[in-house]
C-alpha cells in the first residue's frame, strides 16, 4: 500500500439550514474541497452518511452525488457506519488510493436531519442501536449513553459537575470557528442546571444534532509537494474496529474496547504512541465519551477521564488538546458527516490555519469517529510533512 | 406490516428465552449463534428466571416516536441472575426511588403507544422491583 495525502478540504457550517437540501448541502463541501485541491473532479466518490433513508427518503448517496457534483460515470459508493460514517467514507476512500486502484478520491461526509420533527429524528437515531432488544424498550440513542454514564459515575465516584470542563471547552473553542454551530461560552452553572434528556444526560453534557457536510480529497503523497505555510498533511494511521452492537452485550460497558483496538492498530502504523499526539479531535457525542476515548486511546487511566478536564489538559494549551474546533458539543454533530469535520479539522490545525485555538507547532493529530454506543470507532492519525 | 417480526421475537419477549452454550456454560440473551464467552456454536434454549439487580438505569424525558406519551420513563440495564445483562424498562416505580444494586423482576407490559396506527399491541418484559425483598438489601429497623 502507497502512502496517501490530503491535498483539499472544505465544510459547510453546521446549522438548520432550512433553505438548503440534501444535495446542496453535500455540494457545497465537496466543491470547497476539490477547490482547495485545485481539482475540478475526482476519480471516485465516496459519500458518508447515515439518515438520508429515514430523513429526505433518499437513497443510492453515491451516485446521487456523483451526479450532483458533475462526475458522470465516475465510480461512487455511499458508506453507512451510522455516526461513524464520516470516518468509514474517508478510510474507503484512502485504501482505494493507497490500493492505487485509482489516483484521486473524493470522500464526503454529508447530513440533513432538519426536515423531520424532533421525536422522528430521535427515532431515527436510535436506529444505531439493536432493533430487536434495544431499541423496542423505548431506548433513545441518548438513554445508552447515559446508563453507561450512571454506572461509571457510580464505579468511579464522579460527580455530574466534573464532566463540565468538556463541554466548557469545546464551547470555548467553537467561538473561534465559523462553521461551529454553537458560539457561546458556558459556565459551570449552566452545566449542573440545564434541562435534562435521560437522567444523568442534560442538554450541556449532549451534542446538538445539525445540517452539515464536510469532503476531503485523497492522492498519492508521492504527487504532493508541501510549501512554507502549507505543509503536505499525509494519513500515517488509519484502522477500524468494532464492538458488540448493543452496549448490554459488552463484557465492560464502560470500556471502548473498539477505541482501544482502532487507537492502537493506528499508533502501531504511525510508529507512535499517544505522547506524541499534538492535537486530537474525540467524538464527544456526550460528556461520558470524552473521559471514555481519552482512557481508551491511552490518555487518561481507567476511570480517570474527567481528571483531564478538571486539570485542564484538554484545553488548547493543554497535554492534549481535544475539540479545539468546537467538537460535536458545540461544532456541532451532524451525525454522518462529524468524521469528515473531525479529518477536516485535524488538516486545519496541521497547516496551522485555526487562529486562537491553534495548538502551537502541531506535527500530528488524531481523529477519531464513533458509529452507534462504541460499536464502530474508527482512527486515523494525520502527519505535517515539510518534503 | 412487523408482524412476523413480533411473532418470531415472542418466545424472548413472553418467557425471556435465551440460550446455554453446550461448550462452555455460558448463559446468553439475547439468543446468538456464537457463543460471546467461548466462540463455539450456541444453540441450546434456556429460559432465564426473570429475577435480576438494576446494573444502570436512565429516566427518559425526549422519547422517540411511539414511546412520546410514556415519558418521563425508566430503562435499565438489568444483569440477570444468570450472567447476561438486558436493556429493559422498569415499571411500578417512581424514577426517583430506583438505585443500582436494586433486586428486579420480570413481567409482561405493553410496550408502546403507538398500536392503533400499526395495527398491533406489542406486549414485552419489563422489570418491576422485586416483591420478596432479600435479607441482606432490607433496611435496618
Ligand atoms: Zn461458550
Redesign the interface.
Known amino acids: 500500500m502507497r502512502e496517501v495525502a490530503i491535498l483539499g478540504i472544505g465544510q459547510t457550517v453546521v446549522d438548520e439550514q432550512w433553505n438548503k437540501s440534501l444535495k446542496e448541502i453535500g455540494g457545497e463541501a465537496a466543491f470547497a474541497a476539490l477547490e482547495d485541491a485545485g481539482l475540478q473532479r475526482a476519480e471516485a466518490l465516496f459519500v458518508g452518511n447515515m439518515l438520508s433513508p429515514l430523513v429526505s427518503g433518499q437513497n443510492q448517496l453515491g451516485t446521487f452525488f456523483a451526479d450532483w457534483i458533475g462526475m458522470w460515470s465516475r465510480e461512487s459508493v455511499k458508506i453507512e457506519a451510522a455516526c461513524g460514517s464520516g470516518a468509514a467514507a474517508f478510510r474507503a476512500g484512502l485504501m482505494a488510493v493507497a490500493s492505487g486502484e485509482v489516483e484521486t478520491a473524493l470522500v464526503v461526509g454529508v447530513e440533513k436531519m432538519t426536515d423531520k420533527a424532533?421525536?422522528?429524528v430521535?427515532?431515527a437515531l436510535?436506529t444505531a442501536a439493536d432493533a430487536?432488544?434495544?431499541?423496542?424498550?423505548?431506548?433513545?440513542f441518548?438513554?445508552l449513553n447515559?446508563?453507561?454514564m450512571?454506572?461509571y459515575m457510580?464505579e468511579f465516584g464522579w460527580k455530574h459537575a466534573d464532566f463540565a470542563p468538556f463541554s466548557i471547552n469545546a464551547h470555548a473553542n467553537a467561538v473561534h470557528n465559523p462553521f461551529a454551530r454553537l458560539h457561546d461560552l458556558i459556565t459551570l452553572e449552566q452545566f449542573e442546571k440545564s434541562?435534562?434528556?435521560?437522567?444523568?444526560?442534560n442538554l450541556l453534557d449532549a451534542s446538538p444534532v445539525g445540517d452539515g457536510a464536510a469532503a476531503a480529497v485523497i492522492v498519492p503523497a508521492e504527487k504532493v509537494r508541501g510549501f512554507a505555510g502549507r505543509p503536505k498533511v499525509t494519513v500515517a494511521g488509519s484502522a477500524a474496529a468494532t464492538d458488540?452492537m448493543?452496549?448490554?452485550?459488552r463484557k465492560d460497558?464502560m470500556f471502548l474496547s473498539a477505541a482501544y483496538h482502532s487507537s492502537r492498530r493506528a499508533y502501531e502504523m504511525a510508529g507512535i504512541g499517544p505522547q506524541d499526539i499534538d492535537v486530537f479531535e474525540l467524538h464527544d457525542a456526550f460528556s461520558i465519551m470524552t473521559a471514555l476515548s481519552l482512557e481508551a486511546c491511552g490518555f487518561a487511566e481507567r476511570g480517570q477521564g474527567p481528571r483531564l478536564g478538571l486539570d485542564n489538559e484538554i484545553r488548547v494549551a493543554g497535554r492534549i488538546p481535544v475539540c479545539t474546533r468546537g467538537g460535536l458539543k458545540a461544532r456541532g454533530h451532524p451525525v454522518g458527516a462529524t468524521g469528515m469535520y473531525q479529518i477536516v479539522e485535524v488538516v486545519q490545525q496541521l497547516r496551522g490555519e485555526c487562529g486562537k485555538t491553534q495548538v502551537d507547532g502541531a506535527r500530528i493529530g488524531m481523529a477519531q469517529n464513533i458509529g452507534g454506543s462504541g460499536a464502530t470507532i474508527l482512527t486515523h492519525i494525520l502527519r505535517a510533512t515539510s518534503d | 406490516m412487523e408482524i412476523p417480526?413480533h411473532w418470531r421475537?415472542k418466545k424472548?419477549r413472553y418467557g425471556l428465552v435465551g440460550e446455554v452454550c453446550p461448550h462452555c456454560d455460558y448463559k446468553i440473551f439475547?439468543p446468538r449463534d456464537v457463543c460471546?464467552n467461548c466462540g463455539d456454536e450456541a444453540k441450546d434454549l434456556f429460559t432465564f428466571s426473570g429475577k435480576g439487580q438494576v446494573?444502570?438505569?436512565?429516566?427518559?424525558?425526549?422519547?422517540?416516536?411511539?414511546?412520546?406519551s410514556?415519558a418521563p420513563?425508566t430503562?435499565?440495564?438489568v444483569k440477570l441472575d444468570e450472567g447476561?445483562?438486558?436493556?429493559?424498562?422498569l415499571t411500578d416505580v417512581e424514577?426517583s426511588s430506583v438505585e443500582?444494586g436494586m433486586p428486579v423482576e420480570m413481567v409482561t407490559r405493553k410496550?408502546?403507544d403507538d398500536g392503533d396506527e400499526r395495527g398491533i399491541l406489542?406486549y414485552?418484559y419489563k422489570f418491576r422491583p422485586s416483591l420478596l425483598v432479600p435479607q441482606a438489601h432490607h433496611p435496618a429497623g
Open positions: 424532533g421525536h422522528d430521535t427515532a436510535a430487536d432488544y434495544e431499541v423496542e424498550q423505548g431506548v433513545s441518548v438513554s447515559a446508563l453507561v450512571r454506572r457510580y434541562s435534562m434528556v435521560a437522567t444523568p444526560i458488540t448493543a452496549v448490554h452485550s460497558p | 417480526r421475537l424472548q439475547p460471546p446494573y444502570s438505569f436512565t429516566t427518559i424525558y425526549e422519547a422517540p416516536t411511539g414511546y412520546d410514556s420513563y430503562v435499565a440495564l447476561p445483562i438486558i436493556t429493559a424498562q424514577g443500582i410496550m408502546r406489542v414485552s
